[in-house]
């Protein structure tokens, strides 16, 4: 099983910090957000800098965007190409069609970047993620492509006389069309904010997608927030910040599909999502650079293993 954290913010030295304590502890993975709004700085920026302070942790974008109007294709396979070389194969390539519409314009429309329906993004993840594909195949020279979002002429990213690790995917999908690409791309197939039982019924939905003639293994992975605290006192301290900063209804909707209480309780809850195939855990901490926290959670990792 893996453990990975899940991080925003401005501070570069706390994120900084958050990433090498993260890699002494035991953490798999440390995944910055990607966005244009004042809550981020730039990814990939950050990104960049954690390689040469770190040597083993897996790093990445919380998602990775494949619009258009945000940016072109063949940079960001030529960005993340870079980074694999960079880093020695320590990306991980996470993308998906986005939140709802509803939720996520408000992030885009600032910036004049149309946010497409539904219908359309899972579209665009489909041909996004064929196109990236090609570009990242070792066997291909060039590639030449034209389809309803994406248009390659005869394009080669490669980079002269450097073999690069194949680059793995993760693909966050809750519906079937979504997990049909997921079976297609993935190396790791993500679900959020669900309870055991409901991955375990989504899990059972994706087996039989990818049996029809995937020949490849694909990692089960969850994406949860985490409050954890050593004492009811601060638990309760914790779920009332959580509340002020993401509203009560989003803390009774974690409290269903989240990990939250003291260590014994979040163990147990662990336990349940790996008995429905979960083996990849990627956190969100109420406070992502609250060490504390962090800390009585690797006595959970510890226990767990």
């Known amino acids: ?5 899940e991080i925003w913010g401005t501070n570069y030295e706390k994120i900084k910090d958050i990433c090498i304590f993260a890699e002494k502890n035991g953490y798999d993975g440390f995944f ?3 966005s244009l709004v004042n809550i981020d700085l730039d990814c990939w920026t950050i990104l960049s800098s954690l390689i040469n ?9 919380v998602i990775t965007y494949l619009f258009p109007d945000y940016r072109s294709i063949a940079l960001l396979g030529k960005q993340a190409m870079t980074f694999q070389t ?3 194969g320590r990306l991980e390539f996470r993308t998906g069609a986005g939140a709802t519409l509803q939720y996520s314009i408000q992030w885009w429309y600032p910036y004049g970047i149309e946010y497409l329906k539904n219908v359309n993004r899972v579209e665009l993840l489909d041909e996004g993620l064929h196109v990236l594909t090609m570009l990242w195949n070792k066997e291909s020279s060039s590639v030449t492509f034209k389809g309803r979002y994406f248009e390659l002429n005869d394009a080669n990213i490669k980079i002269p ?5 194949k680059i793995p995917i993760t693909v966050a ?8 690409i997921a079976a297609k791309y993935a190396d790791i ?11 375990l019924k989504l899990n059972n939905e994706f087996i039989h997608i990818i049996d029809k003639g995937i020949d490849r293994k694909i990692e089960r992975s969850i994406e949860l927030d985490v409050i954890i605290a050593e004492s009811v006192t601060d638990l309760e301290y914790k779920e009332k910040i959580f509340a002020m900063e993401r509203g009560p209804n989003i803390l009774n909707q974690i409290r269903k599909h989240g990990l939250i ?7 147990e809850r662990i336990k349940e999502y790996l008995e429905a195939g979960v083996t990849q855990f990627f956190l969100a901490f109420q406070d992502p650079f609250d060490i504390s926290s962090l800390s009585i959670f690797n006595d959970v990792i510890k226990a767990v293993k």
């Open 86 to 88: 960079l880093s020695k």
């Open 53 to 61: 302070i770190t040597s083993k942790i897996k790093l990445g974008p």
């Open 161 to 165: 006389q450097i073999s690069i690790e």
């Open 1 to 5: 099983m893996k453990f990975c954290l």
């Open 173 to 180: 999908a809750k519906k079937k069309k979504t997990m049909t």
């Open 32 to 34: 910055y957000g990607e």
């Open 261 to 267: 209480g003291k260590s014994t309780t979040v163990v």
């Open 189 to 199: 197939w993500e679900s959020s904010y669900i309870s055991p039982k409901e991955f």
